[in-house]
């Protein structure tokens, strides 16, 4: 498994400089949330050393991630206990819904159009609500969307609905009002990091922190493009999109890792109060069909 997980872990160092931090929102997000969200400084530790993360790296990490919001620190005795704030934690339920949630639903075949007029400074609201863009103050959605509902962002728009006359004009449109050729890329780079080791992987997953290591990785690796990813219906993305072998390799992997990683979570990773709590049931949900 050695000869597995070391180019991968290389290709994670290959970005300079190395992004403690974002990898420590990783471990929480995939493996201490579900489990209650505590973990102990060593219990981190011993996962970011597996890395090949200096310790002090790591605690330089943590204590800007406190200062900037992210996570709540407390000691006893001699050993610290981390866990996220009540705002970091909002924004690690609206990641993981993305990440590891099911596709996006079917299209009703038309789209939200909406006209700023004079509300442009509510486009990043928008955008993040999961509008699109096609001009300085048109922003276009998917319906049914995700987005504000009728109330205040509302108000100072002008609505509009529109229904493409046929399916290229609709996926010209997407093109050009999201990332889509960015996000697929992204894509594309996931997959061609860890497809050569799904095969392997299945077929013999590795046991202990190895498979732990593998499984934080890999999320660490996908939600870089899924993050970033509109999450269109299928009938607006090329036909090849790259999304959907990025998705069935990473789930892949993840439920051959996931009871390895697990026991070593049991068997090794600590609260303020003992042993890490099992999984709740929203777990078991993760990659579903």
Do not use: Q
């Not at 060593?42 to 090949?52: G, M, P, V, Y």
């Not at 609500?129 to 995700?146: C, F, K, Q, R, W």
């Not at 095969?199 to 939600?223: C, F, M, N, Q, W």
Request: hydrophobic share 50%.
């Amino acid at each position: 498994m050695a000869d597995l997980l070391a180019p991968l872990i290389d290709h994670f160092h290959a970005r300079t400089p190395i992004r403690a931090g974002s990898l420590v929102v990783t471990v929480f997000g995939d493996a201490v949330v579900p489990r209650g969200g505590v973990l102990s400084l060593e219990s981190l530790l011993a996962i970011t050393r597996a890395f090949r993360i200096g310790d002090g790296v790591v605690r330089t990490a943590l204590s800007r991630l406190v200062a900037d919001g992210w996570f709540e620190r407390w000691k006893l005795g001699r050993n610290s206990f981390y866990r996220l704030t009540p705002s970091g934690g909002g924004a690690f339920a609206r990641a993981t819904a993305r990440i590891y949630g099911p596709a996006a639903p079917a299209w009703s075949g038309a789209f939200d159009l909406l006209v700023l007029d004079g509300a442009g400074e509510r486009r990043s609201e928008l955008a993040a609500s999961g509008y699109g863009s096609l001009g300085s103050d048109l922003m276009i959605g998917v319906v049914p969307a995700t987005g504000p509902g009728e109330g205040g962002m509302m108000e100072a728009v002008l609505r509009l609905a529109a229904r493409p006359e046929d399916p290229e004009t609709a996926r010209r449109l997407a093109a050009r009002a999201w990332p889509v050729a960015e996000v697929g890329e992204r894509y594309a780079r996931f997959t061609a990091t860890f497809a050569a080791a799904g095969d392997s992987v299945v077929s013999a997953p590795p046991t202990g922190l190895d498979a732990l290591v593998l499984r934080i990785l890999l999320i660490h690796e996908y939600r870089r493009a899924v993050l970033k990813d509109p999450l269109l219906p299928a009938d607006l993305l090329p036909e090849d999109w790259p999304g959907a072998a990025a998705r069935s390799v990473c789930a892949a992997i993840y439920r051959a890792v996931a009871p390895a990683a697990e026991a070593w979570l049991d068997a090794n990773a600590t609260t303020d109060s003992g042993p890490l709590p099992p999984p709740g049931v929203k777990f078991a949900a993760r990659f579903a069909a």
